[in-house]
Structures are given as C-alpha cells and as structure tokens.
C-alpha cells in the first residue's frame, strides 16, 4: 500500500498519515519527491482498506502495489532518485563513473591509479581490500592496511571511495574508510548483511547476484530500503550461462527495464560483464545508451602483474580511449562526462 | 590450413596452390581479399606440414588455424565481409536495417507496412511467410501466398526482401521470392538445411540458436562457406537463461566478440532479445554502440491485432523515433543511416 | 477440446461425434483407451462450447483442456501408452534397453556389438548412419552404407533398429532400414521434420532440445500426434546448464512430471546426459527408480578408438555390470528385464 | 602438495614431516586415513618441490595434487568421510534421512513432527529458526523461539538436529541448540561465513547454491577444511536453469561425481530440487540408487497451512510411504535404513 500526497500537503497531514499507520501496527516509509511526498507501508500481510486513508486530509490517493518490492518500485517514486556524494552525484545528469583495481596492491599502486584517474575526470575511486575468493589459498586482500591506502589515494585526488563490504566484522572499518559501500554479487543474497546496511545512512551499491532475477535483485533493495536506507545503487554485472567465451553474461536487457520498474540508478560493469579487457570498451558505450547511469570500470597500471583479475583489467591508455569515447557519446542520452572537482 | 599468398602473387600461382591441395585429397577454398589471396583448406583430420606449401611461389605463408571454425574465422581473411544486395548492402559504412511484421497477414498490411518503412529509408523488408511455431495449432503463415505479397510489397518500394526459410522443401519458392535466406534460431542446428543453403549463391542471414555458443553459432556459418557460399550475415536475437522477466537475454558481448573472430557482418536482433517492444529503442541503440552492423526489427501497424510476436512489435511512430534516433547516433560508429534508392 | 465417451458407447456413437467435429471446420482425433474412447479436437482458435456436444448419445463429457498440448496429455488419455515393435515394447513392464554405438563405423563392428547386447537380452540396437555434427568437416556416418549394416547386424540377432533420421530427404531409406525412427536434439524444434513423421506410421522416438522446456517438447511431440502418429516415445538426454563438469545436465526431474502429464513412454539417455561413462551407471540406475521406462545407453567395443563421442560410451565388459545391477533393480518398480527373442 | 606417509610411518615421522611444513612458513593439515596418514600442505602460491619431503623417514610419497581443492578431495585422502552425530551417522552404512518442515512455526508443530518422525526412524530432525527469505515482508522464522522448541522436540524423540544458521550474529544461539549447522544455498558463497565455521568443531551440512558449479561447491568446502574443520556434508538441492515447471533443476549427475572428486559425503533435497511434493518419491529414490549417503526431506503436517514451502513438502502419510520405499531399495545399494535410537 502506498498513500500519495497530495502536491500541497502540510508536513501536519504528512504526520498524521504516519501515525495511523503506525496505530495499526504497521510501518511507515516517506519517500520525498520533487513534486510530492508519498508513503509507503509495509508490515502489512493481507489487504489494507485504502478507505483507511483516502479521506484524510492531504491524501491525493491510497494505491495497492503490485510488485512484491515496494520502496523501491517506480509504482511508488516516480521520480529518478540521485544519490549525491559530496559534489559528485549518482543517477544526476553527470554519467558516474567508478574505475580503480580489482585488489588494492601497495601503498604506491593505488595512488598512482588514483592520480591517472582523477586527470581523466573520474571522480569515484574503486579498489578491493576484502576480497571475496572462490578459493581459500587465493589472495584474499590487504584488508585494513588497503582501506587506509584507498583513502588516502582518494582524498589527495579528491576522489569517492567505493569498496566492498565482506561480511558484517569489517563492516565498521568499510564504513570508517568508504564513501560508497559496495555489496558484492556473492552476498546479494545475503540477508543479514543487507539488513545491517540498511540500518546504516551510507549509500550501498548493490551488485547483481550472476543468478538472481531481476525481481530478486530489487527485493534485495527492498531489504534495504525497508530498514531506512534509500541511498541504493544497482550494478548489473552479468550472469550465468551456458556461454564459455565470456566469463558473464552482461544482461544489458536488465539497464531499461529497471530503469521503468525502480527509481533507483543502475550502474553497468563491463569488466566483469564480459571478463576480457577487449571487449570493456564497445560494451561500456552499450551500457550507456542503454540507459546506464554509469560504469564501473577495472583499471590496471600493468594488468599482467595484476593479484586479481588482470586480464578483465584496462590499462590506462585504454581507459583514457574509452573515456574519450564517452565524452562523445553523453550527449546523445542528454547526460555531460564527470570533471574532477578544482583542486583535486 | 591456411595458405596466404603474397600480394604479387599470380593467378598461377595461386592455381597451382589448389592443385596440390587437391592432389592431397583435400578441398581449397579461395578467399579473395583487398590485398591478398587466402587459400583454406578443409578436408584435413590430422595436420598437414606447413613445409608442403611454404616453398611454392607465390607463397607468403602457411599457417594452423586454431579454432574449428576456419572460412568464416578472422585469421583466415583479415578484412570485413560486405554483402551486397543491388545498392544496399550489409557489413560497409551504411547501418543495416531490416523490419517489418513477425508474419506477412495481409496483401495491404504488407504494402502498407512496406510504404511506411521505405518513407524512413529502410531498405530491407521482413515478414515471415513460412512460420516455425511451437504449437502445431498456431498460425502457421500465408505460405506461397504470404511470399507473393512480399515481393510485391518490396517491389513497390524498392526494397529487398529477407524471409524465413523453414525446409528443403520451401526452399525454391522462397528463393525465387526472396534476396536474403533467413535461417531461424530453431533452424541453425540444422544441419542438412545448412548444407542446401550451402550450395545457394544467396546471401543467407543465420540467426542464432537461444541455445547455441558462439562457437557453434560460428561452426553453424561454417557450414554455409564449407560449401562456398560465403554471403553469410549473423543475427544475434538472444539466448535462453534463467531470467524469467524477459523473452530472452540479448547477448550483446557476442557483438564485439564476433567482430574479433569473424570477418562476417552481424545484426542484432533487439525484438526477439527482449521480446518487449519498450526494450527494442535503448537495446537497437546499444547494439549499434557496441559494433552491430546493422538490426533487425519487427514492426506491426496494429500490434495489438498481429497474429503473432505483437507484444514486442514497434508501431510506426516508434519506429519512427527509433530511425530518428539511430540517425543522431550512427556518426559515433563512423557509419551512416540508410537511404531509400531514388524512385522507390 | 476432449470429448470423453461412455465405456458402453457403441462405435456409431463415436462416429456420430467425429463427423459433428468434422461439420463444425474442425479435426477429430480418435483416441482408444483401455475402458473409454476419447476424441480430441484440434483446429479450433478460440473456446468451443462442450454443450455441442454434450447432449449427444454415448458422450459422457466434453472438457475443455488447459494445457497448449492436447493429444499426448494425460488428461486426454488417462493411460499409459505402450509401443509395440514386434515382440519387443517400450512402455510396459519390460525396461525398455536401447543400446549400441554413436556411430555405424564398419560391418564387423556393428554385428559384433550386436551378438554382444543381444546375449545380454537388449532387444533395441541403435547407432548412427545419418549424424548430425556441429563441424562440416567431423565424420558425418556411413550414411546408406550404414543403415545397410545396421539392418544387418539387427536381424542376424533378432533386434530391433533404432537409428536417427536426420532430414526429409534421407527419410525414406532410414524408414525403410529401421524399426524405431529418432529425431535427434538438434531437430526437436525442427517442425517440418516434425510433421512429416506425423504423416508416417512408424514409432518415433524423440529426444529432449537440450534448450526445451518440458512443455515445449511435448509441443514437439503434440506435432507428431497432431498428423495421426501417436506412437511417440520421448527421450530426456540432458539439458544446458552452467555446470562444465558434465557435458550436460540430465534433467531426471523431467521423467516423474512427464509421467504425470502426458500418456507417452518415456526414455533416458545418461550418455548423453552426463558424457563421461563413468557416471552412466549411477544415472541409468536413477533414472530406472525415477519411473522411466528405459534407457538409451552409448556401448563401443573399442571407446577410445570411436569416431565420435567415444568418452561417454561403455565398454562390453561394463555394460554387462550395468545391466546386471538393473536386473536386480527393476523388481522394485515392478518391470522386468528384457530377454532376447528365441532364436535371435 | 600432499605427503601420504608410510602405513608403519610412526607418530614421531609425521611430526617432523608437520614441524618442516612449518618451518617453510605453509600449514600442515594431518588427514587421518584407515591404513595411513596424510598430511596436505596449504599455503604455498607457486610449485613445492616434492624433494623436500620425500627423502624423510616414514615418508611414502609428495604429490603434487591438480584440482583448485585439496583438502576436500578423493586424491588427498580415498576412503570416505562418515560424520558421526552420537549414534547416527551420515556417510556410513546407514542412510542418513533429515526430516522435518521448513520452518519451525509453534512448539506444538515441531513436536508431533518429530514423533512422527521418529516413529519411522528418523535420527536427524531439520526445521528452520533463522529463515533467509527472498522478501524483507516475508516469515522471517521463530528465531531464538524456534531454536528452543526444535532441540525440545529432538530431544524428546533422540533425535539430532539440523538447521540453518544465517548468519555470524546468530551462530552462538545456532551452535548451542544443533547438532549439525546448515549453510543455506543462499550462503554457499559467504566466504566470511565459512571461515567462521571452519573454525567451530561441529559438523556442517553444506547446500550447494544453486548457481554454483560443483567446483566452486567444492571450493566453499575447503574454506572449512582449511580451517580445520572435516566435518563437512555436501548438500545437492538444485540449480537453476530455463526451465520453468520445476523451482530447480536437481542434478543428480553431481551425485556420482562428487564421489569420485571427494571423500566428503553427499546428501540430497529432492523437497528444493523439484519445489513439488509429488516429485519427491521418485527423485529420492533416484538420489539413493545414484550413490546419495542420504537425503534431506521437508514434512509438514498440514503442508497448506505452512508458513513456507508448503508445496513442496510431504504429508506425514506421503513420507511414511517414501521411507517404506527406501526400505525395500537401499539393499539394492548395500545401505540399511536407519532406526530410531532405543528409548527414544
């Protein structure tokens, strides 16, 4: 159940909403739009009355959903949500870009990429320092020696920091050292990190499970946006095929079609999309007149050497081709490139 | 084994080539390129000495191929394949486009159909006459009937014909009715049908099984130039996976990762990919971006009357905007948009 | 639509009915049973009333019928449907073992795998004359050559063939040397094929796309019963999944659902399944318990001299250890073994 | 890197063989066999020389091991692994059969349940307390509540108990209150999880997710492997593929594979694999004939009252009748059905 407002509601006639709705044991969620503020419900397990609502003061409507996500469906905001970091935004007319290594590697590594980067405009720093591996025996990350590395690489370019979130322990050093927080494909489905996210104001950046529907992906979302956080990015990064040349399946189907379920900003990931440096570039401009939001992107000083991922990895002078490339290609889907902030 | 010839080399040479590869029990196959001669070699099972042709003259070099597919692999001939069709073509600077209804229902819903895509330039028209359905209770097409209405409609307007060849059987009448051979993605593990096609001098456009990797999709085509017919077009429309909320997943990694392989010309098929007509703008767009040379598009005049594939059928004035969109894109892919010939 | 006749109808009473069926455009389909005839209707688009023909002598009910597939439901034939060839059977209490190699590779070697199976009491020999293969330049069968040997060899021993046909145009030799006549994989969704075997009145047995849902295989063999052959046996031979281990996945959920929802003996083939022969007999055994009728199993006298898919195939030696394990097996669903005929 | 020592090798030989892997800087992990000891050697990034090791007193051989997973596979040690619970034990000659509903709704439930149970032999009671669901809106289980009523229950009947634990947070209350700790096929990828288990000295049962090949299943086993932890379940429960009119695709193949890769035993959940009750007979029998040391079954006793999973769970009377089966099939696999505990 959702109750629209009308465009000229007191914040009075917005309380007074919520308050019935916690009266019947139910919870309320107020979802600011540009025009008009509507609430969503949850708790409720069979049918609400939307009499119980439609002739107060201030109701526009009461309208049932029909998905099973909610918050986070178009059906209740239809306004495209922008997550704003500092100056730098996320689902704004500025295409977002996040690039940086797969793991951060040494002090010097990340700095150096941090440096290339910020000359090209971007202004989102990304660099693994708790790796989740398929392998124990495998190089798992520098874990809090990488996080200070990642931050310090980011505020000397005055950059974003996005880095994963593993598990619920190393939530609050994440937390402490990261701007964005990145929930990784393989714990999409994990309930009890999304709830401890959702208890938390930070944005969250929310990777495609490679087997999730697209409907389990925004309930995923939901589960955050029930507990308060609305700050949510999306990220498809392909899924799960019979197909061996690719690593992943980019679903580029997903980008439009979220864009009319959900409010939310989709980001696209080629590198892990296509899993082969060669292909990051043609499916990177794909993503973006698709609908895309932005791009998260893996980038190398020398891929070859790379602890992780390096052969999905862009050198810098490829990525600063496909940079190029985009700034080409913006104005086509009305979006303008990131420019790094003065004095960065 | 391929033998690259040097690019001074004679017509006596290069004849000279396939007289021992004959004398070997082996098949040659000339591939004329811009500015050498290929001769590949099939018939081999084991490997064949290098050193057999190394030494004739004319002889640039004689190399392994390394995938199963040869004819139709990059490494065999460098250069981008076109195919020509009167003053259109597939695979040059001009983007391909092919539309028209799922299915040929009517003599005026073709001419009419045929009226409003030449006016925007499109200069392929298709609509399928012989229809493979799953269920054998379902509308199977006009037949012969459908076919006639098509040439008609195409002549009219100056525009070539591309339709669905279901069968050996069919297969003169469509001939003689059509320009391009469709082979549908139910159709490209057949082998036999393959085979016939094989010994047409027709340019055949072979869509891609939901179910087939791109190595077999390519060993599909190799069929066609293992015969020598080498006017091949590919047409990536989606494969099977687990995502439910749409008809298929559009596989655009195939797109540039074809491009490698192969120097044959691919289409992408954004209808059947998504089987959602508000998908096929953004992923007609994004297929473009990421290499397409060209698309495919069902349009319907009335989608909601279609007697088959409605739902993901654009109306004409969205097709409209798709044209109008692609007009404004293609400049960034360095190719132009089609132009209806004088007089159509 | 299904009308369902009284168990004391006399044959006028259901002739009365078809040529109702007849009057209205439409096609009846006269199906026995063991108490009760039934006609299906096919032909029909939209919704037929049941009150046509439910007051009519000898009619105990006319049923609308919810699945796409009509004539091989089990709702239109609520009893198993078995196939007769000669003494031998498949969908009775006999386990039904087709065995021998992927391919036909010489005389001496399809008589000797012959003798072999026969003195284990298989009754079905198959083996390839007409192979379909994903390279144009893979070993295609003896063709003709092929059929002649595995006639042959069927005879001197008593058995029946099975063996595929691959296309219209060798149909009428692969009709005329077999017993049993298989459309392969890759031709399920190959409708032409489909209705032309529909038009003969030899058993067909019919292996599962690897790409098919269930439904649209039953749609598959809904094609064959659609044209008057209703001697279909499916055959589940693995589906394509992500998993790389196995070559594909045997889809054993398919037997016990197939057995609720449609009438037609069903089959399981674990070499092709599973592709490695050391996991042929767990899957076969499986497949025995999930309720199938039979199994197709790959035996090569030399596995790693064969000419194809020689990894999947048995050994004589481990085929006998397979088929002694079902003879201990088969008590407990209440089959028996097979035993080859006197004299064969 | 394995060093398999001498069947005489004494307890000295294998410490000094621990005490050098150590000094190397790696982690021995002694591997007790039934004739002899292993010790497998994990840490080391590039090729250990086997010199090292085999001029050692006591010291068989040093093998270089080829799969991703060590500690986990059949080379490393050859004779299975059976977990010993009390008197139950699963990997043994006993089948293993867990038993029980989806979740734990009241004390009442789970009660009647296991005497149910218990009745027919079950020693292993499962039931959820801490539920992953899909949806933030959906039961999320009786927690805590849940936990108390379940060891209640099995403890009244002598059974064991088996359920899900969710997450780090809830560990301590899961371990306190279970016999075997279940890893959910959501989780399987919750490396963070894993590790924390690897490190508690009780048997964990892990669900392969349903996107995982077997592999990477094998991989999340010898997270807890390489943290000491031996007791280890695999858990087949499906996977997810195009097929709709299953909730998964049960994929037995794995079954018989997992037996040649690893020593670990391998249960079955035909209840997830199908998502249908009236599956479930056939494919338990299919599990326990393709070499299953066991299955894991949901019962509930009003299946359409259940909060969850109801229609894939088995009526007291159903599962009667599957264990009445199992009885009459597991001499076909040298097994014995197991038998409740005296005085329970």
Redesign the interface.
Known sequence: MLVVMKADATSGDVDRVQEKIRLLGLVPHKIPGAERVAIGI??NRGGLDPDLFQSMTGVLEAVRVSK?FKLVSREVKPDDSVIQCGTASIGGPELAVIAGPCSVESRQQIIETAEMLAETGVRFLRGGAFK??????AFQGLKEQGLEYLREAADRTGMKVVTEV????SLPEVLAASDILQVGA??M?????L?RLGDERKPVLLKR???A????WL?AA??LA??GNYEIILCERG????????RN?????A???LK?LSHLPVLVDPSH??G?W??VI??A???????ADGLMIEVHLDPASALSDGYQSLRPETFRTLMARLH??VP?VKRRMPVAAVGA
């Open positions: 949850t708790g099973p989740p591996r398929t392998s124990p025996y593993k598990d619920t322990e393989r714990n489905f994990n309930f009890s990190l709830e499970s490679f087997a529907t697209i409907e389990e309930m939901e589960y029930s507990r899924i799960r095929t019979f197909e061996p040349s690719t399946t980019l679903d580029l189907n980008v439009p079609l009319k999309g296509t082969r060669d292909l043609p499916m401009q794909a993503a973006v007149v698709a609908g080409d290609l086509f």
